[in-house]
Antibody, heavy 120, light 110 residues
Framework: QVTLRESGPALVKPTQTLTLTCTFSGFSLSAYGMCVSWIRQPPGKALEWLALIDWDDDKYYSISLKTRLTISKDTSKNQVVLTMTNMDPVDTATYYC????????????WGQGTLVTVSS | QSALTQPASVSGSPGQSITISCTGTSSDVGGYNYVSWYQQHPGKAPKLMIYDVRHRPSGVSNRFSGSKSGNTASLTISGLQAEDEADYYCSSYTSSSTWVFGGGTKLTVL
């Protein structure tokens, strides 16, 4: 059974750096084709894809947010970490991590999400 | 990367069928058969309903079906039920090796 769980601060101040952790079970990120992605959703708004890391440690980023995002993995801990710099109130959102197989290109399993509020 | 275009809302009565469109470009929807659809109930995480344009994951009702023509994909829900009331999002892989979502469609079952 695949499970993913996001964790991180519920509140960050403007200009700070956000660090979120996705802890997963039921699959190995070292297995060929496995990937974990981050997706966010501002309150009442649409989903927005942010970043993806694959089994081979290749990384892909949203073009519009590329300069602010870093994704990394710790295979031994079954964790993927996303950092986002220079946080702004418009970055207030629920942040989800999701699993996909790169050859299949759809988000098969999702975490429950974690709400991050950016406010001074 | 611009979001895919979906109608903001659709509605239908129980038992009826509805279709939600998702329009992109030749760099995403039109260029790949990697369109997926997600259902999201309030306060819940999205759930995969359709992948690769028209395929249903195990456990998803066959009342849900998908199709694509050119740069526009569609999700059809037949035999509408009250439990289908939710937000629906399309997604596509893109030529930039990224993913893009639609703006979302709120389905109301009258």
């Amino acid at each position: 059974q695949v499970t993913l769980r996001e964790s991180g601060p519920a509140l960050v101040k403007p200009t700070q750096t956000l660090t979120l952790t996705c802890t997963f079970s039921g699959f190995s990120l070292s297995a060929y084709g496995m990937c974990v992605s981050w997706i966010r959703q501002p309150p009442g708004k649409a989903l927005e894809w942010l970043a993806l890391i694959d089994w081979d440690d290749d990384k892909y980023y949203s073009i519009s947010l590329k300069t602010r995002l870093t994704i990394s993995k710790d295979t031994s801990k079954n964790q993927v970490v996303l950092t986002m710099t220079n946080m702004d109130p418009v970055d207030t959102a629920t942040y989800y991590c999701a699993r996909l197989d790169y050859s299949l290109k759809y988000f098969e399993n999702w975490g429950q999400g974690t709400l991050v509020t950016v406010s001074s | 990367q611009s979001a895919l275009t979906q109608p903001a809302s659709v509605s239908g009565s129980p038992g009826q069928s509805i279709t939600i469109s998702c329009t992109g470009t030749s760099s995403d929807v039109g260029g790949y058969n990697y369109v997926s659809w997600y259902q999201q109930h309030p306060g819940k995480a999205p759930k995969l309903m359709i992948y690769d344009v028209r395929h249903r994951p195990s456990g998803v009702s066959n009342r849900f079906s998908g199709s694509k023509s050119g740069n526009t994909a569609s999700l059809t829900i037949s035999g509408l039920q009250a439990e289908d009331e939710a937000d629906y999002y399309c997604s596509s892989y893109t030529s930039s090796s990224t993913w893009v979502f639609g703006g979302g469609t709120k389905l109301t079952v009258l």
